[in-house]
């Protein structure tokens, strides 16, 4: 991989910085106060170009790389990551499964509007019983007269509570193992659809909720790539997903630590900054350290995906690194502000919550060990 990213990318990247400054920045406080997703904010990156920018410009992408779409979460989330994640879920996850596996119709129904921020997606896979053992789904998709009939209860689901559609992951036939599961969309708002927000400790912005399926009846053409075999379609999606949410772990660990630097030059204490003494300064360079080997392992998972590989192990790895970094550098970011860290008034303590979440989402860091020792011959 050649370490120098090109014009393109750095322009790319430029324009995604402005953007997130620009659209997102005067958001912020409101959106984290009131725990609410700015639905304005899917229109404007929607005719800013950035929703879904790795799908082909019939349907409104910019047929962009895997690597741009990780720097693009990457800059929106040194921003906010509770919006950045909204914002990808819709233009992935939400939507990803209708653009590989859905028909024309779909596509032009559900995607095209969802790339153009006209509508906003979710993707329902975990369930109360089933998060990284997706093998334990439990919720039923039912043959009825001309469709299916969905019932279950599903968990943790990002957008859910404005969503448009869903993407509802279903067990159409209990013997059949992972082969036995589709994949459907699931217009809403629904009578059939119980839809209940979820309180959390980061991400406040981004908004999620249990979702309950109560005998939601949806024709046959909302099953994507036919009833069966939606487990290596599941994962498909989630395998790209996953390199491109470790670029939200980056910008994360990136804002803390420029934010930490910054306050160690202007924080004085003992007649000077407190960055002269190597107890301030040495983890803050550990901290550099250790985020620059994990973009550069994030970065080249994306670029295999590019290249057409099937990275399975540089993604699991990618992810693993960037997302414990991000703890480990926010950490040591909020010690550097000592008290006042713990402060809402300072961003650190909203970048430290927010870390949190990437050891968990997409895979949590111990699926991530399993995956790494399965690919080792060790699983």
Not at 41 to 48: K, N, S
Request: aromatic letters at 8%.
């Amino acid at each position: 991989m050649d370490f120098d990213l090109g014009e393109e990318l750095d322009a790319f990247r430029t324009s995604a910085r402005s953007f997130a400054e620009r659209e997102i920045a005067p958001l912020v406080e409101e959106a984290e106060a009131a725990e609410r997703t700015p639905l304005e904010i899917f229109r404007r990156a929607g005719e800013a170009g950035f929703l879904g920018i790795r799908y082909p410009e019939e349907v409104g992408g910019q047929n962009a790389s895997v690597l741009a779409e990780t720097i693009l979460r990457e800059e929106l989330a040194k921003v906010c990551s509770g919006i950045a994640a909204a914002l990808s879920v819709s233009s992935h996850l939400g939507t990803y499964p209708i653009h590989e596996f859905g028909a024309q119709e779909q596509r032009e129904r559900y995607l095209i509007p969802a790339l153009e921020g006209a509508s906003v997606s979710a993707f329902a896979l975990t369930e109360p019983g089933a998060g990284s053992d997706v093998r334990g789904i439990k919720t039923r998709a039912e043959r009825v007269p001309g469709g299916w009939k969905l019932t279950g209860r599903k968990t943790f689901i990002t957008n859910a509570t404005i969503a448009d559609f869903m993407i509802v992951v279903a067990v159409t036939d209990p013997e059949g193992g992972t082969e036995g599961m589709g994949l459907f969309i699931v217009d809403l708002p629904s009578d059939r659809v119980e839809i209940t927000r979820i309180k959390k400790m980061g991400h406040l912005s981004s908004e999620i909720a249990e979702v309950a399926l109560d005998g939601v009846t949806v024709p046959d053409e909302a099953c994507l790539g036919g009833p069966r075999g939606a487990w290596k379609r599941v994962m498909q999606t989630l395998g790209i997903g996953r390199v491109v949410v470790s670029g939200g772990a980056l910008g994360i660990a990136d804002a803390a630590l420029g934010a930490a630097v910054t306050y160690a030059g202007e924080r004085e204490a003992f007649g000077g900054p407190i960055g002269r003494n190597q107890g301030v300064s040495f983890p803050l360079a550990e901290s550099y350290a250790e985020l620059e080997a994990a973009r550069l392992a994030v970065y080249r998972a994306a670029w295999l995906f590019d290249e057409g590989r099937d990275p399975v192990k540089e993604v699991s790895a990618a992810k693993l690194v960037a997302s414990e970094t991000c703890l480990r550098v926010t950490d040591r970011a909020l010690r550097t502000f000592g008290g006042y860290g713990y402060m809402r008034e300072y961003p650190i303590e909203r970048l430290y919550r927010d870390a949190r979440y990437f050891a968990i989402v997409e895979g949590t860091s111990e699926i991530q060990k399993r995956v790494l020792a399965k690919t080792l011959g060790m699983g």
